[in-house]
């Protein structure tokens, strides 16, 4: 499979395209003052305890506090609180994880007015951003990500990735890490580390413990509220999570942000930074590569498949939800079974590349097209959960009920992305009504005297639909005649097919719209 990142960056922010096979499976929205984003740490205050939800509200800045629950505070969250306290009093050096006593771990089914209080000072994570009405989502359990591994401070574990299956390659990384971690750090061990050397992992762990130093020496200065570690920004975090043999070319219309693009992937995966590349045509980039035509095609609330087939796409507070239509489609089979089965795979397929396009988390229920046996329901559940290994965000897919409903959860740490594809009427101006037709002459009149007396402008060219085009301009003593002896000046029309009936527009001899 190829992959192509393609970036259209901007003053204020930038859209990350990620294409497989030229085909759009990931869009992302980067800000560049963007804040609270995943993985920022801040220094937050107690804000209020909630017993009855065995939660904690937190002040990070926000315009709405964040939501602490007990399950997220980590195991060692005494421990981390008792460090943030001592580096805050400032009377001795920045401390030190490696010298600080462990405490015992706290009760997995505890309350959290026995491990907070309000107005206490407590670092937190951000691990959901604001999404609609509701504040960030935060947790105490610290970690810092980086290409091979993710440093965990107060924790003793090593882990490997679930999806690294040869238990000699599991021992093997195992016992890189603890011969270079140091004590008070727990270690996951990523997909991507697999087959590295011990040298590659230890230079990404080092980055990690010098991000980690440099978060506590801001600490020790900290007022509550502020932020002590920014994540890398979206751009850099897709590939630092995703950049593997398969990318083809990271694709930037911006020459700085590409020579910068180009160091950090030298700095990650040194063989990969000839793919960085700086985009110079005149045409602009999503369009070079045929991105805008796919954006405004599989976004919106009705998105065509092929064959004819469409999903209906509705967003709740509480979750999506997806209709499954056959739309014309010709069955080729008298055998409905085997129609239905073949629309269901086909809208399975679009329906995992939605998930990612359009970042949809929480719960979505797809109500496919009802399939009347088992054999044809389970092969409906193996090809969806087929397409949605691509997908990096955890997932949960429930089998299909009888009556061809499939639940699915998907992790939910930003807001989707939703990209308004319906563009306003340039007629009617999304008012739904349009002049009179029999008073356009009038009005168009109206303006070529306002043009010509008050403007002083010549040789005025009119581009108008091609109807109105031939009522102006058929005949010998023509509309068109009338205004050039009226005004004594000549007035060149002009049609063209993509205009509305009423729509027309004026043009100076320089050939530049004249706006009205």
Not at 134 to 153: D, F, N
Not at 209 to 215: Q, V
Not at 275 to 280: F, L, Q, R, S
Not at 292 to 298: G, L, P, T, V
Request: with cysteine; charged share 30%.
């Amino acid at each position: 499979m190829n992959r192509d990142l393609i970036i259209d960056a901007r003053k204020n922010d930038a859209e990350i395209a990620l294409l497989e096979d030229k085909v759009l499976v990931e869009l992302h929205k980067q800000k560049s003052n963007a804040e609270f984003a995943v993985g920022d740490i801040y220094l937050g205050k107690v804000k209020k305890i909630m017993t009855g939800l065995n939660a904690a509200f937190i002040d990070i800045g926000y315009e709405k506090d964040a939501f602490l629950h007990y399950l997220d505070l980590g195991l060692q969250v005494k421990t981390l609180c008792d460090f943030t306290k001592q580096a805050l009093t400032g009377r001795t050096p920045t401390p030190k994880v490696e010298n600080t006593e462990m405490a015992p771990d706290i009760d997995k089914t505890g309350k959290i007015s026995k491990i907070l209080t309000a107005n206490q000072l407590i670092m937190v994570q951000v691990a959901k951003e604001p999404i609609s009405t509701k504040g960030p989502r935060v947790t105490s359990e610290i970690t810092l990500a980086g290409r091979y591994v993710v440093l965990i401070p107060f924790s003793d574990k090593v882990s490997v990735s679930q999806k690294v299956k040869s238990i000699e390659e599991r021992k093997r990384l195992k016992r890189i890490v603890n011969n270079i971690r140091a004590k008070g750090f727990g270690v996951i061990i990523r997909t991507v580390a697999e087959h590295k050397t011990s040298k590659d992992i230890e230079s990404d762990l080092n980055q990690l413990m010098a991000k980690w130093d440099t978060l506590t020496r801001r600490l020790a200065h900290a007022k509550p509220r502020k932020k002590l570690h920014s994540e890398l920004d979206r751009t850099s975090t897709i590939l630092r999570d995703i950049l593997n043999e398969s990318f083809n070319n990271v694709v930037i219309n911006d020459q700085n942000l590409a020579n910068e693009m180009r160091s950090y992937i030298q700095s990650i995966a040194p063989e990969k930074a000839s793919i960085v590349k700086a985009h110079k045509s005149r045409v602009p980039i999503f369009e070079e590569y045929g991105i805008d035509k796919q954006i405004k095609s599989s976004f919106g609330r009705t998105v065509t498949i092929k064959g004819g087939v469409y999903l209906i796409i509705e967003q709740t507070e509480a979750m999506f939800v997806i209709d499954v239509n056959s739309g014309n489609r010709t069955k080729k089979t008298e055998d409905q079974e085997e129609s239905a089965l073949g629309v269901n795979k086909d809208a399975a397929t679009e329906i995992a590349r939605q998930l990612r396009l359009r970042d949809m988390g929480g719960i979505i229920v797809v109500d496919f097209i009802d399939l009347h046996t088992n054999t044809g329901r389970k092969e409906l559940y193996d090809h969806l959960k087929e397409e949605m290994k691509k997908d990096s965000a955890r997932h949960t897919i429930l089998p299909p009920s009888r009556f061809g409903v499939i639940e699915i959860t998907r992790q939910r740490v930003r807001p989707a992305t939703s990209v308004d594809v319906v563009e306003k009427c340039p007629t009617c101006h999304g008012s739904g009504e349009i002049r009179p037709s029999i008073l356009i002459t009038d009005e168009i009149e109206n303006n070529i005297s306002y043009l010509i007396h008050e403007q002083n402008e010549k040789s005025l060219s009119i581009v108008v639909h091609p109807i109105l085009f031939g009522y102006l301009t058929k005949g010998l003593f023509n509309q068109r005649w009338k205004w050039n002896r009226k005004y004594k000046e000549k007035i060149r029309i002009t049609s063209d097919q993509s205009y509305q009936l009423t729509e027309y527009h004026f043009f100076n001899k320089n050939g530049e719209e004249i706006r009205l």
